[in-house]
Every structure is written in structure tokens, then in C-alpha cells.
């Protein structure tokens, strides 16, 4: 399979190892959003995209519309995703998105929901806390992993919505983003009450987990048209 990689940070150069030792080619490597004439020359089965949440549209765009499935992972430029929803299925696309590509991260979604469920009726007596922790150069805050946990949470209306300070009241998520030098990714979900604490976590320990699930995505989305997510890619 022929990856065309966008955005090529520590992620791409991690995606690109991961591609190289399941035996695929890189057919390019770019860190802006590429013209039509380099795109459509370098013949790309799939196109995985790691960028900045100010090109990600456009890179997103620009594949759907010359037919090359794309499968991205950039955080942070999510009020532009109905457009390209809407685009994807004007032109018969192929695009998956997820805040979160580790395996192990969306096993965790699935628990997360199953337990903001769960608790939903007990809804008043839990106090739901939570905590992203990455690396200084992330540039979003609070991450999309983080994002979608408290999403998944106030769908279950367990909580009505979230804030990112200590202010808060009984019906919102607190979400505590910290940043530190050299720490891949730590999300922690915390349900609290007077009688009992509930805790799940996630610890990333390198990219390579990140690179791996977005490699799988790229390999299971060929030959596919729609819209779609890590859920569909594990099947769960």
C-alpha cells in the first residue's frame, strides 16, 4: 500500500516507521497541505494526516476531493468537521477520524461510556473529574482525547457539559489539563463520591501506539466509502 503521510512532525516520522515494518511504501512525506499536482502525482492509496489544527481542513479536503481515503488525527479544528462530512458525502468519500488512535485509548472510550451510563441514575451524587496530561508542545487544550471522554459522558447525561477550571457546579465535567516535558499522553477519569471512587487511566508510553492504530486505520479503510472511526476499525 502506497501512504501518503501529512504532517510530518514526531508523529509522522513515527507513522512512517510503523508503515515501513508492516511493509508499506511511503509514497510521500509533506508538511503543508499539498497541491493537486504533487498529490495526484504521487499515486497514494491512503493518505494519513498528522498536521496543525490550522491546515487540517484543507488537508482533510483536498484528499477527499481527488478520491484518496484519508485518515487523520489532528485535534483541535473540529467546528470545520460538519463541512467535511458534508463534503465526504457529496464526492463518495473515504475519511476516519479519532481524537485518539491507541488501541488501548478507545477500549477505554468503550468503558468510559458503559460507566457514564451505568452511573447516569446515580447522576447527583457523583462528581466526575477529568485530568489530560501531555507534552509542552501540544498545542491544544483540553486535548480531543479528553474532549471526547467528557462528549461520551454528557451524551449518557451523566453530566449537562464541561469547564476547564475549578469553578464549577454540580452538573459539569472539570477537565484539568497539565503539561509537562517529555509525557506522551496520561488521560484519567475520576467519578467521586462520599461513599466510593471510581478510576479509569490511560497511560501512552510513546507514539508508536498512536502510529500503530493509525497504520491499521489506513490498512482497514481501503475500499471503503463513508464516514467513520476507531470503532468500526476494532468492531467494537
Given amino acids: 500500500m502506497n501512504i501518503a503521510i501529512i504532517g510530518y512532525g ?29 498529490l495526484n502525482n504521487s499515486n497514494s492509496d491512503v493518505a494519513i ?3 496543525q489544527p490550522h491546515s487540517a481542513f484543507n488537508n482533510v479536503k483536498i484528499c477527499i476531493e481527488n478520491n484518496i481515503p484519508v485518515v487523520s488525527g489532528t485535534t ?22 479519532s481524537s485518539n488512535f491507541s488501541i488501548g485509548m478507545n477500549i477505554l472510550f468503550e468503558i468510559n461510556k458503559k460507566l457514564s451510563k451505568l452511573l447516569s441514575f446515580y447522576s447527583e451524587d457523583y462528581e466526575v473529574t477529568i485530568e489530560e496530561i501531555h507534552h509542552k508542545e501540544k498545542m491544544d487544550k483540553p486535548s480531543g482525547t479528553a474532549l471526547s471522554l467528557a462528549k ?20 459539569q465535567i472539570l477537565i484539568l489539563s497539565k503539561r509537562f516535558k517529555n509525557v506522551t499522553g ?18 501512552a508510553h510513546s507514539r508508536e501506539g498512536f502510529a500503530l492504530g493509525a497504520v491499521i486505520a489506513a490498512e482497514w479503510i481501503q475500499n471503503k466509502k463513508g464516514i467513520f472511526s476507531m470503532k468500526e476499525v476494532l468492531g467494537i
Fill in 10 to 38: 514526531k508523529m509522522g516520522k513515527s507513522i512512517e516507521k510503523i508503515a515501513k515494518i508492516r511493509n508499506h511504501k511511503i509514497s510521500l512525506c509533506y508538511d503543508e497541505t499539498p497541491t493537486l499536482h504533487l
Fill in 152 to 171: 461520551d459522558i454528557i451524551h449518557n447525561k451523566m453530566k449537562k457539559t464541561w469547564i476547564l477550571d475549578e469553578k464549577k457546579t454540580k452538573n
Fill in 76 to 97: 483541535g479544528w473540529l467546528e470545520k468537521f460538519e463541512i467535511i462530512q458534508k463534503i465526504c458525502k457529496e464526492k463518495n468519500g473515504s475519511f476516519l477520524y
Fill in 186 to 203: 496520561i488521560h484519567i477519569v475520576k467519578y467521586e463520591s462520599k461513599i466510593e471512587d471510581i478510576k479509569i487511566q490511560h497511560n
Fill in 49 to 51: 494526516e498528522f498536521s
